[in-house]
């Protein structure tokens, strides 16, 4: 009399040193598609503040800015316009930049999103 021992291969896994057709090892795990789509709501503002206050930095501490000026108004008054143009490239790159784009990115984001409730915005198409 002759036995057969067989295994069930969904059970145990393939034979050492085989590799199961389709299967691969990941090495992090997949993302979920939604959660990405979330995160670009808090990344994007984040990324253009850094970006835009890397830009303001080197306006705010440019020399050749500071010779223009200096070159164009005298002492007293090249040091009003250069306080003066920091400040209105803090503002912008800062604020109004970063709000703006995001306001164009995304369709549902809003100036009281952004902080300034009380403000409206019509967006072309719109009836109000």
């Known amino acids: 009399m ?4 067989t ?11 085989e590799r199961e057709p389709g299967l691969q090892m990941k090495i992090l795990p ?15 503002p984040v990324m253009l503040t850094i970006a835009c206050y890397s830009v303001y930095w080197f306006i705010a501490v440019s020399g050749k800015l ?15 316009v250069q306080v003066t143009v920091k400040r209105a490239a803090g503002f ?12 164009l990115v995304f369709d549902d984001y809003s100036l009281a999103d952004a902080g300034l409730s009380g ?5 072309p198409g719109s009836r109000s």
């Open 30 to 44: 997949g993302t979920d598609p939604s959660i990405v789509n979330d995160a670009i709501y808090a990344v994007l």
């Open 2 to 5: 002759r036995i057969t021992v």
């Open 66 to 80: 500071r010779e223009s000026i200096s070159g164009i108004f005298n002492s007293g008054r090249a040091a009003i």
């Open 92 to 103: 912008l790159l800062m604020g109004v930049v970063p709000v703006a784009v995001c306001l």
């Open 119 to 123: 403000l409206t915005v019509i967006k």
């Open 7 to 17: 295994t069930n291969p969904a059970i145990t896994g393939p034979e050492p040193g």
